[in-house]
Structure formats: structure tokens, C-alpha cells
């Protein structure tokens, strides 16, 4: 089994600064990427940040410049780091891996459960 547990999400004012953090845990062979995904009420789940082990990044345009994704591959854990927060950034923050758990298995998907970011104006 495998276990992605986030954590950092909360309350910001426009402007401020959160830090999100995702660990995976459980029987994990490989990660080829990790990244975050977001999900604003009444709109699809879309790509905010993606970090791959070769930590090549891509982030969306919406979020370029503000946000930064990391990944510590000892911890199997990724960050993102999200400055100049706006109203637009509130979602529930997903994070993502692309790993296998054994090594006679393709990648696949997993995900967290999620966790709330909310910016007020």
C-alpha cells in the first residue's frame, strides 16, 4: 500500500505565503514524479506544479514566478512553496506521485486526500 499524506494547507490573506508538504510512504520502489495538482469549486483539477527526478519542474502559467516546487528524494516528500498569494489560488491542493511499488510494475498514479487553501482579499 501506498500513503500520500499532505500537509500545510490553512487560511492566508492575498499576499501572504504558504508552504504545502506531501510524503509518501509504504511500499515504493522508484518515484518518477511527484507534483500538485489544485481544484476550485465548480472547475476541473488542474497541473499546478510538477517536479520529475531528474528534478526538471513545470508549473503553471497562472502560477509561474510565485510558486516553487522542491522534492527531497530521501524523504519521498515534495514541497511547494506559494508566495504572492491570490483569491484565484483557493482550491484543495492535491498532490500527486508517479512511482512504482515493485519492480516488475508499470508507474502509476497516486494521490493524496487533499487539503484546503484558502486566500482571502
Known amino acids: 500500500q501506498v500513503q500520500l499524506v499532505e500537509s500545510g494547507g490553512g487560511l492566508v490573506q492575498a499576499g501572504g505565503s504558504l508552504r504545502l508538504s506531501c510524503a509518501a510512504s509504504?511500499?515504493?520502489?522508484?518515484?518518477?514524479?511527484m507534483g500538485w495538482y489544485r481544484q476550485a469549486p465548480g472547475k476541473q483539477r488542474e497541473l499546478v506544479a510538477r517536479i520529475t527526478s531528474a528534478v526538471s519542474t513545470n508549473y503553471a502559467d497562472s502560477v509561474k514566478g510565485r510558486f516553487t516546487i522542491s522534492r527531497d528524494n530521501a524523504k519521498n516528500t515534495v514541497y511547494l512553496q506559494m508566495s504572492s498569494l491570490k483569491p484565484e489560488d483557493t482550491g484543495v491542493y492535491y498532490c500527486?506521485?508517479?512511482?512504482?511499488?515493485?519492480?516488475?510494475?508499470?508507474?502509476?498514479?497516486?494521490w493524496g486526500q487533499g487539503t484546503q487553501v484558502t486566500v482571502s482579499s
Open positions: 509504504g511500499s515504493i520502489v522508484s518515484i518518477n514524479s
Open positions: 500527486n506521485a508517479n512511482l512504482r511499488t515493485t519492480r516488475y510494475t508499470y508507474y502509476a498514479d497516486y
